[in-house]
């Protein structure tokens, strides 16, 4: 695919921001400019105990200078791995642009002033399935989720706003590298990463592709 983020537009140090959370920013707000569906899309990677990897697809909540932070059922095998092995890798796979972000760095749970309201802001329907579901377990069939669901639509009938689970909220990943990839031709791509050498400081390294 060829456009403005062809093959032909590269990334060298010199344009590259002065800390991975302001280029970011920058790579972001041009995939959403360039009307990507889902840029806020992430693959998140986690481990069990025995160092067993899974992976999943999730949207990114928020970000800043601490980390990536994003919502889940801490019950789930995302949030059980979160919890026994608290390492994550994060990739943001931007393909039309011919870009993509991975971030590694360990895990931890965000405050509960902060997931109460950001579950408030949810969808009702939303807020009611993360009631209903008991996310990642086996359950019989399509009928015991909607049972579900409706028991939690009769229990929350009268209330506003609905809590959130005690079992559900957020994570944050704290970067301790990331990864600035572009496409470039002949598979001589430009990789810049940003890696935590020391307490608030970082160092850019170039990758060869």
Known sequence: MRNEYSADRGLTESELAADWHTQFGRWFGEAVAAGLPE???MVVGTADAAGRPSARTVLLKGYDPEGFVFFTNYDSRKGVEAAVNPYASLVFPWFPMQRQ????????????????????SRPRGSQLGAWASTQSRVIGDRVALDDAYRSAAERFADVEPIPAPPHWGGLRVRPESVEFWQGRASRLHDRLRFRLVGPGEWAVERLAP
Do not use: K
Request: without cysteine; aromatic residues 8%; charged residues 20%.
């Open 39 to 41: 840029p806020n899309a």
């Open 101 to 120: 972000v991975v971030v590694a760095g360990p895990v931890e749970r965000v405050d509960r002033a902060a997931t109460q309201e950001y579950f408030a």
